[in-house]
């Protein structure tokens, strides 16, 4: 199997300890999956104050140091649990990461910039090397460019770096004058763009510019990402790394993810015995007050209410929809505009549309579980796990073809013997209308929609394949 690699993943979250985003799936799963695969796999963590006492309890102080940052020698402890097997560090600092919120602190460069340096440092105490360390987002990517900084010296010099860009869209914008107090960087980063972005410093510029590796969560989007409607404004700083950028798609947890043993879900079923699918489905329609009609296409939508998400779609053909013999179920919380537009049309159409405006896991598995189609018109999607859940729970998605969605589901061929799902290329909402018909006639013919469902079952989008191709990428680095 090649060498043992030591890796480092060094993360601003991780679930279970904090999560507000896909990221902390990812740096949750991932480790494990390669830990699997016998690697040694450690990772480290800002120690927030919103960690859980259930998990907090288990962590337990190794040591402690300075670390210098913004001319003050700073207080840094190290400790330690393990999770599912895999060793994870938290850096310790109440006036860092005591706070209110994770991320939205006036001093944040400062936070992150504590953080990266203090990790660095904490390798040379706890004595671990890593060959690798994988960094995520703009509040690790300041570590990318410390190691580049201080590549000389002799502890450091062998550390390769992969940066994982999970949102684009966040990416730590400060005044130059941060530079030398608080980063502690050579004046040559700034001259020679490598940290400026619009006049200001750009973590996430940074982190892409100094990382050995670029990646993001799907092919499609690493592609996308170069150009200027998906780019954020650093398309440039990624085209530049064309070479060293690629996409790997994120998995999902297919032992929590899995009808056959899901407890939130009225009834287990699987490949062989689908029918089980369509009690799911009676007993929701029953549930949210929809028509009790298992002839009637139930089309699910679980999500963020945000413009990203492609609402706006909906929302402009909802009526021409509804002319068509289908029912709706909606779970999602956000802007409250889109709430408001929902509710409306929940009142109008009363049984055959259920709107549910909160966040609960356990209902979105209901939905999975007991909805035909799974619609996911989104503006752009990195990777999208939905559509993933969706398919392990042979809910067909109708996707917009960007970003993950368009690496992970293959539109269903005209007879319907080939493909697992609907796309359209365009963000248009007939365009998606028109792929929402083709669905809803495929579905009048019951065997041809039961073997659909089976193969969308059928498909592997768990961490296995994922964590393969992210071994490729650090061994290439080898
Ligand atoms: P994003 O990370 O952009 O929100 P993804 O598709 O990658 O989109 O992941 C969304 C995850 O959050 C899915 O697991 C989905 O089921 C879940 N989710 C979104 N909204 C809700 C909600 N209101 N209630 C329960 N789960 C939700």
Redesign the pocket.
Known sequence: MGKKLKILFAAPEIAPFVKT??LADVTASLPRALKKKGHDIRRVMPEYSQIKDKYYKNIKYITDFETEVAWRDEYTGINYTEEEGVPTYFVDNKYFFSRPTLYENGDRHLQFAFFCRAVLKMLKKIDFKPDIIHTHDWQTAPLNLMLDDNYNNNYYKDIKTVYTIHNLAYQGRFGKEILYDVLDIDEEYWYYGITRHDGLINYMKSGIMTADKITTVSSTYAEEIKKPYFGEGLDYALRMRDEDLSGIV?G?DYNDFNPETDDSIYFNFNRDNIEKKYENKKKLQHDFDLEPDPEKPLIGV???L?S??GFELILHIFDELMKEDIQFIL???GESQYENDFRRLGNKYPHRTSI?I????????KI?AGTDMFL?P?RY?????????ALRYGSIPVVRETG?LKDTVERVSKDGSMGFGFSFPNFNAHEMLYEIQRAVKMFQDKDRWKKLAGRAMKQEYSWKRSAEKYLELYRSIQ
Do not use: H
């Open positions: 985003g896909g994120n999902i679980i999500s963020r945000v990203q998400k779970l999602g919380t549910n909160k966040y609960d896991a356990d209902l979105a598995r999975y996911m989104s999607e990195p990777c999208g796990l939905s559509q993933l859940i993950g």
